[in-house]
């Protein structure tokens, strides 16, 4: 056990390390799927899954939301300022060896509390920065992101690379340069960009084509800053629909990728997708993680989920399996995530107050995702999907359709065609079926 506080305290006493032990354990501090040694294709699960904790839902999150007060008082919050701050560290640590998680992710202010200054500020994100560094030399625990918030202080009212306030993109700027020196000290595998009050509330007060020309301008900077220092990690994006603004740039993976080839940044930059955002633009999660995928952009996941009846981001821990199958499904076929993970941006429900609910979310959310990574291997592997997909596109595979994928039809060969053709047939599509298949896997994998 580390000492911080000059106190040895374990701050999860009741749980011990989470270990897996097959789908009839009635423990709930054990894995019922999640396997991190077992083999799933051509890699382990705790390679397949690359889960992270989330510094900010689970060590600085108190339940508080728009109508009430914080409900969850934890073992670390004995403490205040800079020690409360060291104290979570402590306790992160100690959960991340104890749910065995092999990254974890955070946003500046998580970790250390602003000061008086941009410079305090500073001086306290190094002495924990530096505390981080320590733990990590005796912990398998290596950082997936790390990120500035730029959306929780009144400064950033307006935005940050997208204010219309040019001291605040100059303070927004000063935030990242820090961001990016402490994602080299940590040897982070990413850095990401999170959209926080990026976006508008009305068109009435915006100048939209600055706004989106700065916030390009900015990524550029980044880009410039972290080659400067040699910090070679994945940039990322995370899209975002709305909330907190009205309109957030970022919106959703096609919004992104588009802005990005706009602007030269497509080579530097992938995406870091989380499933409640999709369901905010209106997309599945599969949907999103889809479209990155197929052009190069799927970089990472927030893994979550969101609550259809309510209709913003509630950042569930997710357990949806047709939710967790989709995606794994599209994750498989990516070829993993390269540098990025499973990241639970997640917090436990306003009722869930108690200190263990927070060892029982990430459990469920890890064996949720590892089921989700058997089923769509097995599908893949038995090209359930895949033999009905090439059947259905067969047409294109042979005469008029070889010829337009080929690039050798025109609208002149095309109207001969449609006209020496006149029965069309078409084929049913068999959704109901699909459904019931993926119903079956689920159920018997
Ligand atoms: C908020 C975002 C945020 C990012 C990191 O909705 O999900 O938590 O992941 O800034
Ligand atoms: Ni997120
Ligand atoms: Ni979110």
Excluded at 183 to 192: D, P, Q, S, T
């Amino acid at each position: 056990m580390v000492q911080v506080n000059n106190n040895t305290i374990n701050y999860f006493e009741s749980v011990n390390k989470i270990l897996y032990e097959g789908k009839n354990s009635k423990n709930p501090l054990a894995f019922k799927y999640y396997n991190p040694e077992e083999v799933v294709g051509n890699k382990t699960m705790r390679e397949q899954l690359r889960f992270s904790v989330a510094f900010w839902h689970t060590f600085t999150a108190d339940g508080t939301d728009p109508f009430g007060a914080a409900t969850m008082q934890r073992s670390w919050d004995k403490y205040d300022g800079m020690d409360l701050a060291k104290a979570r560290v402590e306790a992160a640590f100690q959960l991340f060896e104890k749910l065995d998680v092999p990254f974890f992710a955070f946003h500046d202010r998580d970790i250390a509390p602003e000061g008086s200054s941009l410079k305090e500020t500073n001086e306290n994100l190094d002495i924990i920065v530096n505390m981080i560094k320590d733990y990590m030399k005796t912990s398998n625990v290596k950082l997936l992101w790390n990120t500035a918030n730029m959306f929780t202080n009144p400064r950033f009212v307006h935005g940050a690379a997208t204010s219309c306030n040019a001291d605040v993109f100059a303070y927004a700027a000063a935030q990242v340069k820090k961001g990016l020196e402490t994602a080299k000290v940590l040897g982070a595998e990413n850095y990401v960009f999170w959209g926080g009050r990026e976006g508008y509330e009305t068109l009435l007060n915006t100048n939209l084509k600055l706004e989106l020309d700065n916030l390009a301008r900015f990524m550029h900077m980044a880009v410039d800053y972290a080659k400067e220092i040699g910090f070679e990690g994945q940039f990322l994006i995370e899209p975002k629909p709305k909330e907190p603004t009205t309109h957030q740039y970022d919106t959703d993976a096609a919004t992104t990728i588009s802005f990005l080839r706009q602007y030269g940044l497509d080579q530097y930059f992938k995406l870091n997708l989380e499933a409640n955002h999709a369901t905010l633009a209106g997309h599945t999660f599969e949907h999103e993680l889809r479209i990155a995928r197929v052009q190069g952009f799927l970089g990472s996941v927030d893994a979550n989920q969101g609550d259809s009846l309510l209709g913003w981001d509630t950042d569930e821990f997710p357990t949806d399996l047709y939710a967790t199958t989709l995606a794994m499904y599209e994750i498989l076929q990516n070829g993993g995530l390269g540098s990025g993970g499973l990241n639970f941006d997640a917090k436990v429900r306003r009722g869930s107050f108690e200190q263990e609910d927070l060892v029982y979310a990430h459990v469920a959310g890890m064996d949720a995702f590892a089921r989700g990574l058997k089923v769509a291997h097995k599908l893949l592997e038995d090209r359930v999907f895949e033999n009905i997909i090439d059947e259905r596109y067969g047409s294109f595979k042979e005469g008029i359709g070889l010829e337009i994928v080929e690039g050798r039809a025109s609208f002149h060969t095309l109207e001969q065609h449609a006209l020496r053709n006149p029965n069309i047939t078409n084929k049913s599509g068999r959704q109901e079926q699909l459904k019931a298949i993926l119903n079956q896997y689920i159920l018997e994998v």
